[in-house]
């Protein structure tokens, strides 16, 4: 059985460098991210980890980078740390960002290999559009959307 | 026209706007508005339910036509999408669309739902697909910054020819 992916696409008007930075800078996630920084030196090899930003650090989620093309294409791995041994549940996300006409990027967001049916697949079809409509609205307004 | 139930979401597309929903609602149903950031077509909509509904050419042309099948300000608009005015796509079966509007803590929730009552191959498919994020890139950008994403609408390349096929062999009759 085929295992599912969820496809998000947003415009923004922002460089392709500043969706980036956006995701990949360690404070700058915390600033849209629900609460979320994103921790990594970015090189392919390297881990990854969603940290919580209340105080507690603790990581939500963890995984490798696959693929860093600056500013236009980011791969990782994406697992719960209790899942993150198990391959069944690691899915993989993918970071693409294009240059659109004079002063905007679209930005695709491709999380792929998902476990049918989890908590998981529910949990990130929600998220996705929840941080990436914040993220844009930080780029645009520099304000997250108020959710 | 086709019996409602018949109808399947084929295509999704949740936004969050720094908005309220009477704006959001505005934005959706009045041409001021969707000139801007819907790829420069006017909307034209009789504000109730079995309504006329159309979006205009600059030149008045109607490129959609439809019939409205709820109209619940400022909470839930959906309507029937028959495309007129590009003659590739004019043997299509009308689709739905339908939009929900609602509070998200100090954020609105936009769901977009593009559902067909036929087996609509991918390939078709990916015209909404590729069109609507832009759309809707294009309103959030509107209602939070005051100015439109100046986005180029390009049709997946497959999707002219799969249109063609599909007109050819009517699927939806059968």
């Known amino acids: ?147 | 026209m086709t019996d409602l139930a018949r109808f399947k979401p084929k295509t999704v597309y949740v936004t969050y706007i720094a908005s309220t929903p009477e704006k959001v609602w505005d934005a959706l149903t009045r041409p001021e508005f969707t000139t801007q950031y819907f790829a420069g077509f006017a909307v034209d909509v009789e504000p109730k339910q079995g309504g006329a509904f159309f979006l205009r050419y600059p030149d008045g042309r109607v490129h959609i036509s439809g019939r409205v099948i709820e109209w619940a300000p400022p909470r839930r608009f959906s309507c029937t999408w028959l495309i007129e005015g590009m003659p590739d796509f004019q043997g299509l079966p009308e689709s739905l669309v339908t939009y929900e509007i609602e509070q998200a803590g100090g954020a609105v929730k936009l769901t977009m739902t593009e559902a067909h009552f036929w087996a609509v191959p991918d390939e078709v498919l990916a015209g909404g697909r590729s069109g609507w994020p832009a759309i809707l890139s294009s309103l959030k950008s509107v209602l939070e910054t005051g100015k439109a994403l100046d986005i180029k609408m390009e049709p997946p390349a497959e999707l002219v020819e799969a249109v063609k096929q599909a007109v050819a062999t009517k699927p939806w009759l059968k």
């Open chain 1, 1 to 147: 059985m085929s295992k599912p992916s969820f496809v998000y696409v947003t415009y923004i008007r922002a460089t392709p460098e500043k969706v980036w930075s956006a995701i990949t800078e360690r404070e700058m996630a915390a600033q849209y991210w629900g609460c979320h920084r994103n921790v990594s030196d970015w090189k392919v090899g390297s881990k990854w980890e969603h940290q919580r930003t209340d105080g507690s650090d603790a990581v939500d989620i963890v995984g490798t980078v696959i693929e860093n093309e600056r500013p236009r294409r980011l791969v990782i791995t994406w697992a719960s740390p209790s899942g993150a041994a198990d391959p069944a549940k690691v899915s993989r996300v993918v970071f693409e960002i294009e240059p659109h006409k004079d002063e905007a990027v679209r930005l695709t967001v491709t999380h792929s290999d998902l476990e049918p049916g989890s908590e998981m697949l529910r949990g990130i079809t929600q998220g996705w559009p929840l941080v990436l409509s914040a993220l844009k609205s930080w780029l645009e307004t520099g304000k997250p959307t108020p959710m």
